[in-house]
């Protein structure tokens, strides 16, 4: 047979495995991995000889906050980035300008990928009290998933915010008749109202201010009422960008017991502490907050035992006068394959924490996160041996200034090509790829 594409004497890496073979690709997909020492007809040839070759990333958290109607520009600019960073799949959050909360608008949205988005998308609707009945119409519409919140959070918008106990146990009950996950932010909102309050009777400023006023005890009291009410409602409850290893270590609780829960942190928590904090140049802003450098090395500890079943950037663009933001897509990548080459993960685990499982959770695997035969041919080609040094200034993102926490970073290894269904999407940072080619991912057979 002859093929489109093949990546020959490449190092290619699964959640289980490192092999050297050849990436043969034909109309888009993975067709075959060959022995690396066969000769291969193809009409494009890249050697990738000593090179990890990577599954493209599936990130399940991503806020692009584009205004419907509207908003071409931001989607064009925030999946660049994504093409740029790896991730050739974004499962975004329903945090547009007004909300998904509907099905129309979910449809609306879904348009405005189809013709801006250099990457493959997924779309989740929001679940919140005002939008409870709408959940259905949603996933029948092509929701992956469902977003929530525990009371008003930030500036989202109606159709997100879950008002009390009620409102969660509603909607964790629904999208549990409908199978599709359901996502929440682990703060509680009447604990970080009370701590911020007190840090600005304090006078305290800065990465202080913004630490004390949102403890962590903020995220365990959250995520201990959505762990039992995913239990008695059989509702796939995912933690979203969890820092806290207390959290994460009572939700290993519930999931001895049975229950269908998946936990996600972010590669920040696993990078920074809050001590690294007090010497950045900006404010890390993130929520919830970096942690101590204790609980950092917990986190990678709980990760290491499987604790942690997804890594997400959490990308969320700024924009002025908005207080918290990180633009994670370019550097989510490059911060945990740093991670990997230092020894506090491995290769394989970053396939199945930011690829495979992201995919799964999401209910696209197998056509995307695993680079099998029959996948879609999204890759990374990864130089280990080679270093990239973060410049925010040089970002897709159209606000890269929380991206400053890393500013200057030398980290190990390089992004040297990035393919989305076997066609190029960047070369070493730099995106070559056009907008219009995108295609809305719903569930596959297994999801």
């Known amino acids: 047979m002859k093929y489109d594409l093949a990546v020959q004497n490449a190092l290619i890496l699964s959640s289980s495995d490192m092999t050297q073979a050849t990436l043969a690709v034909k109309d888009g997909v993975v067709a075959a991995i060959l022995s690396p020492d066969c000769c291969v007809d193809a009409d494009e040839t890249i050697d990738a000889t000593a090179c990890w070759l990577l599954p493209g990333l599936v990130d399940m958290h991503v806020h692009i906050r584009e205004s419907l109607p509207g908003g071409s520009e931001r989607i064009q600019a925030e999946t660049r980035a994504a093409a740029a960073g790896g991730v050739t799949t974004v ?15 979910l449809k609306e949205r879904a348009e405005l990928f189809r013709e801006h988005s250099v990457v493959d ?51 964790m009950e629904r999208t549990a008749q409908l199978g599709r996950f359901i996502g929440f932010h682990c703060e509680d909102p009447d604990i970080v109202s009370l701590f911020r309050s007190r840090a600005h009777e304090a006078e305290l400023t800065g990465s202080s201010a913004h630490g004390q006023g949102r403890p962590e005890f903020a995220e365990v ?40 829960i998946t936990v996600e942190t972010a590669p920040h928590y696993l990078a920074l502490a809050e001590e690294d904090a007090e010497d950045l140049s900006v404010p890390a802003r993130t929520a919830p907050p970096l942690r101590t450098e204790e609980s950092r090395g917990d986190l990678i500890e709980l990760l290491q035992v499987g604790s942690i079943d997804v890594v997400a950037s959490d990308h ?82 159209e606000d890269p200034g929380g991206a400053e926490i890393y500013h200057g970073l030398e980290l190990n290894g390089r992004i040297e090509h990035v393919f989305g269904r076997g066609q190029p999407l960047s070369r070493r940072g730099e995106v070559i790829s056009d907008p219009g080619r995108a295609r809305w991912m719903w569930l596959s057979d297994e999801g």
């Open 91 to 105: 499962v975004v959050m329903p945090d547009s300008r007004p909300p998904v909360a509907d099905a129309a608008s």
């Open 121 to 171: 998308f997924a779309l989740t609707g929001g679940a919140g009290g005002e939008s409870l009945r709408q959940i259905v119409d949603m996933a029948d519409a092509g929701a992956v998933g469902f977003f929530g919140c525990l009371g008003a959070y930030r500036d989202s918008g109606s159709g997100l915010h879950c008002a009390s106990t009620a409102d969660i146990f509603q909607v």
């Open 221 to 260: 009291l959250s995520a201990l009422t959505l762990l039992e009410t995913a239990e008695v409602t059989g509702a796939r409850l995912h933690l979203m960008h969890l820092s806290s290893p207390r959290a994460i270590s009572m939700a290993d609780l519930w999931r001895e017991e049975g229950a269908p």
């Open 316 to 397: 969320i663009p700024g924009s002025a006068g908005d207080d918290l933001g990180l633009p994670g897509l370019e550097t989510a990548l490059p911060v945990i394959l740093d991670a990997a080459i230092a020894g506090e993960l491995t290769a394989q685990e970053v396939v199945l924490l930011m690829s495979e499982n992201p995919a799964r959770v999401s209910g696209l695997y197998p056509g995307k996160g695993t680079l099998q035969p029959g996948a879609d041919a999204d890759f990374i080609i990864v130089d280990p041996s080679e270093t990239t040094r973060v410049a925010p200034q040089d970002m897709y993102t």
